[in-house]
């Protein structure tokens, strides 16, 4: 019975890790081509370590989104705009595409010079790309359109440990049944799933910072220096993936503080031990920057320093501003309020909806937040509150950073991908601290049936019309 019972307790995480895969592979073949943000320009990356055998180094003085790329990839581009392959005639959404209709040929250039590929991807750091250029190699002999499918293939097989990490978390913070519940809430996110069956570095992102999310809060709960350079390795993955995986530096210095509380000590040995495992994965690749680009971030970062020099925040406000505007609304109409297929809105009852429901769980976080503030510090109030600082660690980036582009031109809400384990893992743990023991697993069980119901729906609904009806 034992035995039965711990087959049944792994089946579910690598049931639900194949259903996510499955469901990413199909969104891949069902998203045509280059529909993603700057899914092109992201290919394009790859291409260019497979075809040049070298990560590429742009050339300064920095021109964001340059479209330089290879005369095959412009081609594809080209003949899915001329088809409208993607959208309908009235609503065709246009990327990197030629100013004139070009001649197809039967083999298109892939190799241009050294200073080409210059595209909005080259200043990020090439974790991302290195992976996905393997999946490239293997499909090399194929056309160009099957080699970005194989792409996005092996973008959709990063749900596994996506689905994986999740659990582990949802384990920690809401016993074996509700880690279930967790990590079909995290992984059947419409956006999130849209993000990881395309060609795009936020999928490698989303998954770094689930495994240093999983990770930390086992440092959290057990401590030692093991736990703390798993998560110090795989936060310096996620920065590797995307600088907006810096939060999580942030992040790991919330949860060895959580730990010292609970402990009413504080663990030096293994605190340096995240932090340098973290240095020894990210770092070489900061300095690579500086020494390329005199910016550590590379050079797609030196407009954005330009504009926070020019319009930064001037009080304390305009830093809190993320816990009272970004979270309500840039986070929703961008997060939540269009199923991640770019500008497709949802029907004004379901936007409605939503948005109140959103509103209830963000006043849930906080009345949470109240109720565990008088508790005793036990090992999960501590690791809910660490997840809160760790949201809050990339709002405050957000709002020193990109200050100016977030208040006055809208932002992006997939900008929190980084964030979404830690965020999903507030929501779930301010429901259990108000809902009576009996109801616990009922709500969990609520929470990933209607995510995964607004993700059906979405294909359903929103996907299909859009792109083949």
Request: aromatic letters at 18%.
């Amino acid at each position: 019975m034992a035995i039965r019972r711990n087959l049944y307790r792994k089946a579910g995480p690598v049931l639900l890790a194949l259903a996510a895969f499955i469901k990413g592979v199909i969104l891949a073949g069902l998203v045509p081509l280059w529909q993603g943000p700057d899914e092109a320009v992201h290919f394009s990356y790859i291409q260019y370590i497979v075809e040049e055998k070298s990560i590429p180094v742009y050339r300064l003085p920095f021109q964001p989104y340059a479209t330089d790329i290879s005369p095959e990839l412009r081609q594809s581009i080209a003949d899915m705009d001329r088809e409208h392959v993607a959208f309908h005639p009235d609503n065709i959404q246009r990327f990197l595409y030629a100013e004139k209709p070009q001649a197809a040929t039967a083999n298109p250039e892939r190799h241009t010079s050294t200073s080409a590929y210059r595209n909005a991807a080259l200043g990020y750091s090439p974790l991302y790309y290195a992976y996905g250029a393997v999946a490239y190699a293997l499909s090399y002999g194929l056309p160009v359109e099957q080699r970005a499918l194989a792409v996005r293939i092996a973008t959709a097989l990063l749900m596994v440990p996506l689905v994986f990490f999740s659990f582990g978390l949802g384990r920690i913070l809401l016993g074996q049944a509700g880690g279930l519940a967790f990590a079909a809430f995290v992984s059947f996110h419409p956006m999130v799933s849209f993000v990881f069956s395309i060609i795009n570095n936020d999928a490698m992102l989303i998954a770094s910072s689930a495994g240093a999310a999983y990770f930390m809060a086992r440092y959290l709960i057990a401590g030692g220096a093991g736990q703390a350079t798993r998560a110090g390795l795989m936060a310096g993955l996620a920065i590797l993936a995307k600088p907006h995986g810096f939060f999580l530096v942030a992040a790991l210095v919330a949860f060895i503080v959580a730990l010292a509380v609970r402990q009413k000590r504080m663990e030096w040995t293994p605190a340096a031990a995240g932090f340098g495992a973290m240095a020894a994965v990210a770092l070489p690749w900061l300095l690579f920057g500086i020494a390329h680009y005199g910016h550590a971030l590379g050079p797609a970062y030196i407009p954005l320093q330009e504009i926070t020099l020019r319009h930064p925040p001037v009080t304390a406000s305009d830093i809190l501003t993320p816990m009272f505007f970004r979270w309500p609304y840039t986070m929703f109409v961008s997060f939540w309020g269009n199923f991640g297929h770019l500008d497709t809105p949802l029907p004004p009852w379901l936007a409605t909806g939503l948005w109140w429901t959103f509103i209830a769980a963000f006043a849930s976080v906080v009345a949470a937040t109240a109720k565990a503030a008088f508790g005793r510090a036990h090992r999960r109030n501590t690791l809910f509150f660490a997840c809160i600082s760790s949201v809050l660690a990339l709002d405050i980036l957000f709002a020193l950073f990109f200050f100016y582009s977030i208040k006055y031109e809208g932002g992006q809400g997939r900008y929190y991908f980084a964030a979404w384990p830690f965020m999903s893992a507030t929501f779930f743990y301010a429901y259990r601290i108000f809902a009576p023991a009996r109801l616990h697993w009922g709500g969990y069980l609520v929470f990933a049936l209607g995510m995964m119901a607004l993700f059906f729906y979405s294909a359903y609904s929103v996907l299909l019309p859009r792109y083949y009806l």
